[in-house]
């Protein structure tokens, strides 16, 4: 069993910065590949970022690739996701996921956490 909880989130200028962690519970947490999704009101939940079990794989979705950085701490039981030149087309809820099946670029993870809120002004 894995919990896992976000936070980072909060409103900012497009142009801006902000950097999403997601804290994992667990001594498995090493053992799992990590990503992040993210759903706007009236849309599906679509892939944003994954990462290997041990950081040496990742993949991005093309509409954040070169802006956003995933990586990995398993010292520290937790995944960021580093996001630059936001848009305002970035807004929406960003969900942490664990999977033990490598996920590549679909959203079929093992546990979510519980999302936070992105919100970019234009």
């Known amino acids: 069993q894995v919990q896992l909880v976000e936070s980072g989130g909060g409103l900012v200028q497009a142009g801006g910065s902000l950097r999403l962690s997601c804290a994992a519970s667990?001594?498995?947490?090493?053992?799992?590949?990590m990503g992040w999704s993210r759903q706007a009101p009236g849309k599906e939940r679509e892939f944003v970022a994954v990462?290997?079990?041990?950081?040496?794989?990742?993949y991005y979705a093309d509409s954040v690739k070169g802006r956003f950085t995933i990586s990995k701490d398993n010292a520290k039981n937790t995944v960021y996701l580093q996001m630059n030149s936001l848009k305002p087309e970035d807004t929406a809820v960003y969900y942490c996921?664990?999977?033990?099946?490598?996920?590549?670029?679909?959203?079929?993870?093992?546990?979510w956490g519980q999302g936070t809120q992105v919100t970019v002004s234009s």
């Open positions: 990462c290997s079990w041990g950081g040496s794989s990742t």
């Open positions: 996921g664990a999977a033990m099946k490598w996920p590549g670029k679909t959203n079929e993870y093992d546990y």
């Open positions: 667990g001594r498995t947490f090493s053992s799992y590949n």
